[in-house]
């Protein structure tokens, strides 16, 4: 089999291309997403809400309105209920974060086993990447674009949050706002990738992207482009070997991301294990080999 | 009479039930150099937060150019320079991208600089003479030059008032003396500074005034009014200044 048989023949099924291009739309939102999620430390927030957003969804289905709404509305209330126990009590937020995203998620799971059709719905728990039809198309080709669109043309806004939310204050916009947006754009990320990764698996594919891309880049203008990049093409990866292989779509395209995270990790140039011992090392090398200059042994002798 | 850059009038500040300022009045003339002087957890950031509008005062008021500081923030008056403590310098941001968010507030919905937004960074990074490390990744300067790209930053944005916290911390002398010239030439243009400083004997160089904060105003005078010892028992605790007295 020549490698143009291996890459085309998936293809000959319709359901595969219909797979494949969900899988790039999720794939590219998701990854653009992490890299603000990574820097400000928000990749349990990233757990919570993909979890938190799967009642929602439910109900959306049961009441036929857009899930992406259902998602949203959860995914805020999701939030909100974390900073309540948080603020209000001495729970720490980590545990907030636990307490809340999982009740909301076994809510899901309850309404789920009380929904008559059942099939639909458990695909969201896992991913049900082959069995993306034509609407499901796109609705997660729609809600993508909007996301991105709104996540590059806000793009600086958001990086400016991540990075200094106090001057976002002193020049008078408003961090809770960006905050606000920020999140309610990841419960939108969430519903798009819902069918590709799965509730349980979105999460990987919203911090390995930025993630791996952050070992490999200080310009975050580059991490936004290496980011998408990165998933695209893990995601495309894991799809055919889950194809060859007769494995789970969602879980190959996570495993596939992660293992390229793990060789970045490692064999990033400045910010991988190895790369980062070996300038290190240079780093004192030089520094030991280096001779005193006039002017400090003029000043040692005066 | 033209108002004062800022006026803090009787400004009470609480977290939940500790009080963090306690009717602080406040006030800085622009061209002035002002140096806030009080130990750790005195409520020298609280102050910055409160002027800068992140914090409401319980009571009080605090008035920016003569009117309300949401109208002196919108127009970029405001200008802060960061603890290092409360900097992620791993961020992948280079030092023109921090001064380039000074002029976020002049900018439209995407933020996408133009010419004259440009031109107004590479002015400011020559003003710190950081120029040639422009493109540098923020966490690979030195503690002095850090400071400096974030003075650039409320140069770039044209702020007319620069709150300063701690920026002498971590610093070597020679950077220390460096900034503190580029803050006294930034005065002398017009702009009104306030500095929190743990370096009392580089106070006098640096400021023309000082406010020693303990909760509360001790003390608004001259550097060396405030370096008294008595004001200075008052501020850090009677014991320290004893011990070192003599028999």
Redesign the interface.
């Known amino acids: 089999m020549t490698l143009y048989e291996f890459l085309l023949e998936p293809l000959t099924y319709s359901f595969m291309v219909r797979a494949l291009a969900a899988t790039l739309v999720a794939a590219v939102v998701c990854a653009v997403l992490s890299c603000w999620l990574v820097?400000i430390g928000w990749s349990l927030m990233g757990d919570a809400v993909s979890h938190a957003v799967l009642p929602g969804v439910v109900l959306a289905y049961i009441l036929g309105v857009p899930f992406a709404l259902g998602a949203v509305v959860f995914g805020v209330l999701a939030v909100a209920l974390i900073g309540v126990v948080r603020d209000t009590s001495r729970i720490k937020e980590d545990a907030a974060i636990g307490i809340v995203f999982t009740t909301l998620f076994a809510l899901g799971l309850v309404l789920i086993s009380v929904t008559p059709s059942q099939t639909d719905l458990n695909h969201i728990i896992f991913g049900s990447l082959l069995g993306v039809d034509r609407a499901d198309l796109i609705q997660i080709a729609a809600l993508g674009a909007v996301t991105l669109a709104l996540l590059i043309?806000?793009r600086?806004?958001f990086?400016?949050y991540?990075?200094?939310p106090?001057?976002v204050?002193?020049?008078?916009?408003s961090p809770r706002l960006l905050g606000a947006a920020l999140l309610g754009l990841l419960a939108f990320t969430c519903v798009v990738a819902l069918q590709v990764a799965g509730v349980i698996l979105v999460v990987a594919m919203l911090v390995i992207p930025g993630a791996t891309a952050?070992l490999l880049?200080?310009?975050?203008q580059?991490?936004l482009l290496i980011a998408p990049a990165f998933s695209a093409a893990a995601a495309v990866t894991g799809l055919y070997l889950s194809y060859y292989l007769d494995t789970a779509s969602g879980g190959m395209i996570v495993l596939v991301q992660g293992a390229a995270f793990a060789l970045v990790y490692l064999f990033a140039p400045r910010h991988g294990l190895i790369g980062h011992r070996i300038t290190r090392r240079r780093h004192l090398q030089a520094h030991t080999r280096e001779a005193p200059s006039i002017t400090e042994l003029e000043a040692y002798h005066r | 009479m033209t108002a004062p850059a800022i006026h803090v009038d009787q400004a009470t500040v609480r977290y939940g039930d500790v009080v963090a300022l306690d009717r602080v009045t406040l006030s800085l003339a622009a061209g002035r150099v002002c140096g806030l002087v009080g130990m750790n957890g005195s409520g020298k950031s609280t102050l910055f937060k409160t002027i800068m509008g992140a914090l409401k005062p319980d009571s009080g008021t605090v008035r920016v150019n003569g009117g309300p500081p949401v109208r002196a923030r919108k127009s970029g008056a405001i200008g802060y320079v960061p603890q290092s403590e409360d900097v992620d310098w791993a961020f992948p941001l280079s030092v023109r991208d921090v001064v380039m968010t000074g002029r976020y507030g002049h900018l439209g919905f995407t933020r996408r600089p133009r010419r004259a937004d440009h031109e107004a960074v590479d002015h400011a990074l020559e003003r710190v003479q950081l120029t040639g490390l422009a493109d540098r990744q923020i966490g690979r300067l030195s503690g002095g030059q850090r400071k400096r790209a974030f003075v650039a930053r409320g140069i770039a944005q044209g702020a007319g008032i620069l709150l300063l916290d701690e920026p002498f911390a971590g610093v070597d002398k020679g950077s220390e003396a460096t900034i503190t010239r580029l803050l006294r030439e930034l005065a002398g243009d017009g702009a009104a500074v306030l500095v929190s400083t743990h370096d009392l004997h580089a106070l006098p160089s640096l400021a023309d005034e000082a406010v020693l904060l303990m909760r509360t105003v001790l003390v608004h005078g001259s550097p060396d009014e405030v370096l008294r010892p008595d004001n200075l028992a008052r501020a850090f605790g009677l014991d320290v200044l004893r011990r070192e007295e003599p028999v």
């Open positions: 820097l043309l806000k600086r806004d990086t400016l991540a990075f200094d106090t001057h204050q002193a020049i008078g916009l952050y880049t200080d310009r975050f580059r991490m």
